[in-house]
């Protein structure tokens, strides 16, 4: 009886967060891209599409802002032809799609997306299942979206796929290292891979990014304060990581259509096709779910107001509503990026991921050791290491600065006379 | 002229960081978000903004009033000031057409009918609207200025039968058109 129990909360929580919270985004993530790429340009974009009320007679129509939008386009997607062309590897091509689609639904389990709820006297934690390794999981999953993209621009047997494909492992395989190495000082700041203890943490001692409140106990302010700044280097590689690992504008190179027509998904259509774009939207929430959580607090509302929230009998489900308005916030973020920021060149984004932000990465993690270890290390050891790794620091600017192949001033064509 | 020689400009540390005009460029983006949610866009006013971002919401909005004198838009037949079919069916316009979208059956006018003395006029006319490309070139050939592009715009239809205008749609749209050549009547 137990069991059953236990099992059918289970069940319970993962249709209700995968199914009725997670994947509504997705839809919803497309309308604000729309939307709010339409807003940026100073256009109208998609805001007909609601309940035709006028074909039942009716003065005007229920247009609800567009709001009806994504639907209008999964169901034209559903309804299209599935072409399959006849030269494709057809077990890798069917099966690419939905290696795009499952990681990123697999990562929401160990998303915390409220405080505890009391039903019945048990408590029920809002994660599906509640890892001691959250944030490792979540890599070690997302990383294999990248098969099916590989696969699908393998099993598409034709050039532009291809490139798109190969482009997008050795995208991921560079931007790993860097999005791995930027949460160690996070780790070594919370002492704790848990993702929900590390939302408790920041909810209790104030978020990452914002500590604020809660000096009572825990770490004392000052050290929080100095802490911020290997946390704001963490948090700039680590959110540009994040955009390289979901394919998103800036690093959209597996797929950008001036140059590779539509990337791996160009031999794709009708539901093959839409499944690409919901895993590539799953990946966007999923990525700002983890930055929301390790960086900005997650569900914590802040300003010390949590403990009161939590005792509230449903006070979970309002630390939900806030979680999810700092999701959409930062989705909202992603696509101010993709509108500001041009794509990069290959050898740029190469150069990014494994020049510098591999080596900030690695310098973070020690300034943040220095940072929590200092009051135990004393003056004179926390000053010779800082200077030591001040010295480790220039060689490497300077390692970089003389590695530069000397450019004339005008290469290219009108350099050669 | 010689091949002039730019140097690319020297980046400071600052500019080379990337970070400032990441910045800038955020600012931009997110003044033009806000500036179109409050309808302020540049240039909204001039160009019949909704009230959103520029754009002006079509079917409930026209252009109508700012389109120029010489848009070129369905090419239709006229009549003269005494209802006379102007075009004589010399066919020069079904020559000229690119993409053959004109056909013309010309016909003889009756001996009894008071226009004998022009002799002709078209039993059929039709301009397919799926080929037409409205270049113009049918009424800068016209020499009896019989046909003339409008300035209507929106043409549809849901077969490719009702896309062809044919001869009595094409004096529909076209309407009377005076003052111009009198060639044929008493006026002159």
Redesign the interface.
Same mark, same amino acid.
């Given at each position: 009886m137990e069991l059953l129990i236990d099992l059918a909360i289970i069940l319970a929580k993962v249709i209700g967060l995968t199914f009725m919270v997670v994947l509504p985004l997705v839809p919803l993530s497309v309308y604000f891209e729309r939307r709010?790429s339409? /807003? /940026?340009?100073?256009? #109208?974009g998609p !805001?007909r599409v609601g309940i035709p009320l006028t074909l039942f007679g009716a003065k005007k129509d229920f247009h609800l802002f567009g709001l009806v939008q994504p639907m209008a386009d999964g169901l034209k997607l559903f309804l299209k032809e599935d072409f399959t062309p006849n030269y494709v590897r057809k077990s890798f091509y069917w099966l690419a799609p939905a290696l795009t689609v499952i990681p990123a639904l697999v990562t929401v389990c160990v998303v915390p997306f409220g405080s505890p709820i009391t039903v019945n006297g048990e408590e029920i934690k809002l994660v599906i299942a509640d890892l001691d390794v959250g944030p490792l999981f979540v890599f070690a999953v997302s990383s294999l979206t990248v098969y099916g993209i590989t696969l699908a621009g393998w099993a598409s047997n034709s050039k532009y796929p291809f490139i798109g494909g190969v482009r997008s492992t050795a995208q991921m395989i560079s931007y790993e290292i860097a999005l791995g190495l930027s949460i160690i000082p996070l780790l070594l700041y919370y002492g704790e891979l848990n993702l929900s203890k590390i939302v408790q943490f920041q909810a209790d001692h104030g978020w990452l990014l914002l500590p604020l409140w809660g000096h009572a106990e825990g770490p004392p302010l000052a050290e929080k304060l100095l802490f911020l700044v290997p946390a704001l280097i963490a948090f #700039?590689i680590f959110t540009t990581s994040i955009f390289a690992e979901t394919n998103r504008m800036p690093f959209d190179l597996p797929e950008c259509e001036t140059e590779l027509v539509g990337g791996y998904h160009t031999e794709y259509s009708s539901m093959k096709f839409a499944m690409f774009f919901m895993g590539e939207y799953a990946a966007m929430v999923i990525g700002s779910a983890l930055v929301v959580t390790l960086f900005l607090g997650g569900w914590s509302l802040g300003f010390g107001l949590d403990d009161s929230i939590s005792a509230l009998p449903f006070g979970g489900l309002i630390h939900m509503g806030v979680f999810m308005a700092k999701l959409i916030a930062f989705i909202l973020f992603f696509i $101010?990026?993709r509108?500001? #920021?041009p794509r990069f060149r290959y050898d740029q984004l190469m150069r990014l991921g494994w020049v510098i932000f591999f080596e900030a990465a690695l310098i973070n993690v020690f300034l943040a050791a220095f940072v929590i270890a200092a009051p135990d290390l004393g003056w004179i050891s926390t000053i010779v290491g800082l200077v030591l790794l001040g010295i480790v620091t220039g060689g490497l600017i300077w390692v970089l600065k003389t590695s530069e192949p000397e450019s004339s001033? !005008?290469s290219g064509l $009108?350099g050669q006379? | 002229m010689a091949v002039v020689k730019i140097k690319r400009p020297d980046l400071r540390t600052g500019e080379k960081l990337y970070l400032g005009a990441l910045f800038k460029g955020f600012l931009v983006t997110l003044k033009h978000a806000i500036d179109s949610l409050r309808g302020k866009t540049r240039g909204a006013k001039a160009m019949g903004s909704s009230g959103l971002g520029a754009t002006m919401q079509f079917p409930e909005q026209r252009w109508d009033d700012s389109m120029p004198d010489y848009y070129r838009g369905a090419p239709a037949l006229v009549t003269d000031e005494q209802d006379r079919e102007r075009c004589v069916s010399c066919q020069l316009c079904e020559f000229i057409c690119p993409p053959k979208a004109i056909r013309i059956v010309p016909g003889e006018i009756p001996s009894d009918d008071p226009w004998a003395k022009v002799e002709k006029r078209p039993k059929e006319f039709e301009i397919d609207m799926i080929r037409c490309i409205y270049c113009g070139m049918c009424e800068e050939v016209c020499p009896e200025q019989a046909i003339y592009l409008r300035k209507d715009y929106l043409i549809s239809g849901s077969s490719r039968e009702e896309m062809v205008h044919d001869k009595k749609k094409l004096y529909e749209i076209g309407g009377k058109r005076v003052g111009l050549v009198n060639k044929w009547n008493e006026l002159k």
């Open positions: 709010f339409a /807003i /940026i340009q100073d256009r #109208v !805001n #700039v $101010l990026v509108w500001t #920021v001033p !005008n $009108l006379s | -």
